[in-house]
């Protein structure tokens, strides 16, 4: 005989067990609701992408974090560390005919070669939305108030938003005459709050002072409130063109946020940067108290589709992580889904019932009842005793002498009240039962 060998799941890598997967697929179907009543459809797409696609505007640090490997076939492939790099290729090349705009939904799970920690894990799932083909705030509006109705199906009542707009600090970059590379650079420093660092690389890359004083200024400007922020951002970004758009499109998205009267709670933070690099436009992250890793994030992403491939498009999206939702709710206490659903426990009194036993289970199942069927060989006293420890609703007893009557026996496992049901009848007497259970 081999000696025995103990496996563990590979180091950032977990199992989810039954309440856990039962958790992470009741969010996603709450994610699934929310996409259906705002219009959105689902989409599927693949966890293997091609390098290339995915590692071209993911950002340094995920860059840097994929699993990428060669196919069987010589590709350069890697998992997904996000969706929005798929429905771009997939908007480009399979939906520009299509009329705008467009509203996808899909959640699955990704991969990012992250440390491993508490809300961090190398395998986790999203649930994320897309709205494409719109410039206008209404659409930057749209996926903020989606974001409030799926806290609100959550129960995270007590979330907020950080929000602020790439195109402040970019703006001001561009006119000092700094370069892509160098601005997602910065951008990633930014995200990392790494903010010494950043104002050291400025001076490095020739930055002047005034503009390293600007972006310095605007790493600190912070207010909840919508009027003292955009005027201290305006104040800032003055002389910067670019920028002062940026400014004035916050403003705007702000403003009609106000409008709409949803009572989203945000922080403006006008120093505020994401790792992915393809953001245009406002961004947003969604935190909750006591929380301080972000349970969603997205924003607006004009070129793309383009870059793809496609025609310019605008878009912008959101990326809620189910697992830190999950952390959310473990924290709040909300989980307020302890519904007992009824189930059934077929017992075969002894082996020559057996097929009856599996017989009337098919039958049960096919009347959309929940049932299981004791096959560990226990007594019946042992398996309803077992049935008892497991919150089991209702028993059907399956013996020889009953059997032989046409009849089988039902037992409510919390009145301990037995009849007996005539094989005929038993869906629709083992329903009526369980409804006067309930
Ligand atoms: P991103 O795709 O980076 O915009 O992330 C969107 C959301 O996905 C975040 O706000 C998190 O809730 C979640 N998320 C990102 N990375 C991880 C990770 N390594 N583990 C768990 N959740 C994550």
Not at 143 to 161: A, H, P
Not at 366 to 383: D, H, P, Q
Not at 412 to 426: F, L, N, Y
Request: hydrophobic letters at 40%; glycine letters at 8%.
């Amino acid at each position: 005989m081999l000696p025995q060998k103990h496996f563990r799941t590979v180091r950032g890598m977990r199992d989810l067990l039954p309440e856990e997967a039962e958790e992470l697929r009741w969010i996603e179907k709450e994610a699934r609701r929310v996409a259906e009543s705002f219009g959105y459809r689902e989409i599927i797409t693949p966890l293997i992408e091609s390098y290339e696609l995915l590692a071209l505007k993911i950002g340094e640090e995920n860059r840097r974090r994929m699993y990428v490997f060669e196919d069987l076939g010589g590709r350069k492939v890697a998992l997904r560390p996000e969706f929005t790099a798929s429905i771009a290729r997939l908007v480009a090349a399979k939906m520009m005919n299509k009329p705008k705009p467009i509203r996808l939904f899909c959640t699955g799970s990704l991969y990012r070669y992250d440390e491993p920690q508490y809300g961090r894990y190398r395998e986790f799932w999203q649930a994320n939305y897309e709205l494409i083909g719109s410039n206008k705030p209404d659409a930057d509006i749209e996926i903020l108030i989606l974001t409030d109705s799926l806290m609100k199906r959550l129960n995270l009542k007590d979330y907020y938003v950080k929000i602020g707009h790439v195109g402040l600090i970019r703006g001001i970059l561009c006119m000092e005459g700094i370069g892509e590379e160098e601005q997602n650079h910065l951008m990633h420093l930014l995200d990392k709050k790494m903010f010494d660092e950043a104002m050291a690389y400025l001076k490095g890359i020739g930055c002047s002072q005034k503009c390293i004083e600007t972006l310095k200024n605007m790493t600190e400007a912070r207010s909840e409130d919508k009027h003292e922020a955009i005027e201290s951002i305006i104040k800032l970004v003055g002389d910067y063109r670019e920028a002062y758009s940026a400014a004035k499109n916050l403003s705007e998205i702000l403003d009609l946020l106000e409008e709409a009267d949803v009572g989203i709670r945000y922080i403006v933070d006008a120093g505020f940067a994401r790792g992915l690099e393809y953001y245009t436009g406002m961004i947003f992250e969604v935190f909750v108290p006591d929380m301080e890793i972000a349970i969603g994030g997205g924003g607006r992403y004009d070129r793309l589709i383009e870059l793809f491939g496609g025609e310019p498009t605008p878009a912008v999206g959101v990326a809620f992580g189910i697992d830190r939702i999950m952390l959310a709710l473990e924290r709040g206490r909300t989980r307020t889904r302890t519904e007992t659903k009824p189930n059934i426990l077929i017992i075969p009194v002894n082996e020559e019932v057996r097929g009856e036993a599996f017989k009337i289970s098919s039958i049960l199942r096919e009347a959309g009842l929940t049932v299981e069927i004791e096959v560990m060989g226990r007594t019946v006293s042992r398996s309803l005793s077992d049935a008892d420890r497991r919150g089991i609703t209702h028993t059907i007893i399956v013996g020889p002498k009953e059997i032989k009557q046409g009849k089988i026996i039902i037992r409510d496992m919390k009145t301990r009240k037995q009849r007996e049901v005539h094989i005929s009848r038993i869906p629709e007497e083992t329903i009526n039962l369980l409804m006067s259970h309930n």
